[in-house]
């Protein structure tokens, strides 16, 4: 479903990604995890086409995204949600139209469906009546959750996580891996999941990339990351330090 | 005999080559660096110029935003216009009598010459100054902002051009909006000039409202500059805009990009359409 080959991009003559490769496969979660400034969130961009690699390709559903005219482009995303880590709402619009925003863009729906959807989805995520209120006033929680609606409102069959749960408390943050495993479990969506907490999306992946420095240093299922003798994950996994990482 | 023994030297001859070439380089790289920066500039306007006329041609219409962006730039900027023009017709009126009394004491071409300034030159380009500083300056920084909170990303997430949603309403409210408060400042000025010309010089109106200078070539260059200038400057500062990179900082980068990059195109414009004004007028 998702296929990652050989991707390498430089930042100012400098390796941020050096030959990543992996595989989703349909139906499944990826957790992509590493330290910060390993060049997770790159990979993200690059997997749904917002930055340009420097080598190497990612495919969807068998399509290579690279190369992809613009309109060719759009019409893929229609079928990948991305919520971003930093919520990335539009502070000119109310939560609402946010919501709705993906859906307008499509232009398959009239507006009364429209508002009907978008409500059903504020009641999913818990928010029911803050449709009128503006990114401004709400906390960072309530701000990811819309995020997240925004991203699954159009139904897409892939949806990429960047750290759903960065800065929430536990509270927030077990509401957004139960609405991740539903995604998974009722959807059939095929997901990446990038988080630094991996209490929370031990449960929810069913494999895992470790990358550092720009390098996939682990790739393999839930049980082997479990069981791995390699110093770099077992630490990560684990959340000790011997000074491997960084 | 030092400097023998130092020419004599392979090591020093070789380093002293190397610097020379160095400074050779840093010379070069000083004038072309400037160069490549202004030829990529052009180049990245042109091709965001040609993406927006084709939305607007073939686009998503939505009048709504254009109006919200007509009523930010019009509406928002009229009293600014009307104060600095105002100012500005009666220190140039006030100079211009001043300096005429001293060499011939004759005032009856003062209104007259003075419309004909305004409506070729001051209106529209100190109009499209200040609407580089406040409009400019305001759209750079809010798309700079949206780009570094990844919303420009979001929107093109959510299957939206964002040249096609953020700089079309711009493009088309400021082409429309220069125009008008070019016109509104050129009547403002000319007004403010003849309060300045009754009040200090005792030039009546009837003797100041004269129209007798004022052709349709005048009004034809004035409006040319508007339509030009209200084009290049949402242009300029929406590139700005959606070429931010490294947050804050790079917002603050884009906002002076804009108006310095905004002013320079102003200017340059002003003497391209001046001097094919000229062309023109002296063809037919």
């Known amino acids: 479903m998702i296929e990652v080959r050989d991707l390498t991009k430089y930042h100012f003559g400098r390796p941020v990604l050096e030959n990543v490769s992996f595989r989703v496969k349909e139906g499944t979660n990826l957790g992509l995890i590493g330290p910060g400034g390993a060049g997770k969130t790159l990979l993200l961009k690059i997997i749904c086409g917002l930055v340009e690699p420097d080598s190497g390709n990612t495919f969807i559903k068998g399509q290579k995204v690279q190369g992809l005219a613009l309109q060719e482009l759009t019409q893929l ?10 919520y990335a709402l539009f502070d000119y619009l109310n939560v609402t139209e946010n919501i709705a925003f993906p859906l307008r863009q499509a232009g398959k729906h009239t507006n009364k469906e429209i508002l009907k959807m978008v409500q059903e989805s504020l009641n999913s995520v818990d928010l029911p009546h803050i449709g009128h209120q503006y990114p401004n006033e709400l906390s960072g929680g309530m701000k990811k959750r819309v995020g997240f609606a925004r991203a699954v409102i159009p139904k897409p069959p892939i949806v990429l996580y960047d750290d759903p749960t960065a800065g929430l408390d536990p509270v927030t943050s077990s509401k957004i891996f139960l609405f991740l495993k539903a995604m998974k479990e009722e959807r059939g969506v095929t997901s990446i999941t990038i988080s630094h907490d991996i209490e929370g999306i031990r449960d929810i992946c069913d494999s895992f990339v470790l990358l550092n420095k720009g390098k996939v240093v682990f790739y393999g299922s839930r049980d082997e990351i479990e069981n791995t003798q390699l110093s770099l994950a077992r630490q990560f996994w684990h959340g000790f330090s011997d000074d491997e990482l960084g | 005999m030092s400097n023998q023994k130092q020419a ?41 110029f040609l993406v927006t006329i084709k939305y607007v041609i073939a686009g998503k219409r939505r009048p709504d935003e254009v109006v919200a962006q007509m009523f930010e730039i019009g509406n928002r900027s009229v009293v600014f216009i009307a104060v600095t023009l105002g100012f500005l017709g009666m220190i140039l009126i006030y100079q211009a009598g001043f300096q005429a009394m001293k060499i011939t004491g004759d005032l009856t071409l003062l209104g007259a010459l003075f419309l004909q300034l305004l409506m070729r030159e001051f209106g529209p380009t100190i109009t499209a100054l200040m609407i580089a500083t406040r409009v400019g300056t305001g759209m750079a920084a809010e798309l700079g902002s949206m780009v570094v909170t990844d919303q420009v990303d979001a929107m093109k997430m959510c299957a939206a051009e964002p040249i096609e949603y953020l700089v079309v309403p711009r493009f088309i409210a400021s082409t429309i909006m220069v125009i008008v408060l070019t016109i509104v400042a050129v009547l403002i000025s000319y007004l403010a000039g003849a309060l300045t010309a009754y009040t200090a010089f005792d030039v009546n109106f009837r003797t100041y409202f004269d129209l007798g200078f004022v052709s349709y070539f005048d009004i034809i260059i004035g409006l040319t500059k ?32 804009s108006v310095v990059n905004a002013s320079l195109a102003v200017v340059v414009i002003d003497f391209i359409i001046s001097g094919l004004g000229y062309v023109v007028l002296a063809l037919f």
Do not use: W
């Not at chain 1, 995303?77 to 930093?86: E, H, P």
């Not at chain 2, 300029?236 to 790079?250: D, R, T």
């Open chain 1, 77 to 86: 995303r229609f079928d990948i949600g991305l919520l971003f880590q930093n």
């Open chain 2, 8 to 48: 004599a030297d392979p090591r020093m001859q070789e380093e002293n080559d190397q610097s020379s070439a160095g400074l050779v380089s840093a010379f070069f790289a000083a004038i072309g660096e400037p160069i490549v920066y202004v030829t990529r500039t052009v180049k990245e306007l042109s091709a965001l």
């Open chain 2, 226 to 257: 508007a339509l030009a200038y209200g084009m290049t400057i949402p242009i300029i500062a929406c590139h700005a805009g959606l070429n931010v990179f490294g947050g804050s900082e790079g917002v603050g980068r884009a906002t002076t990009q």
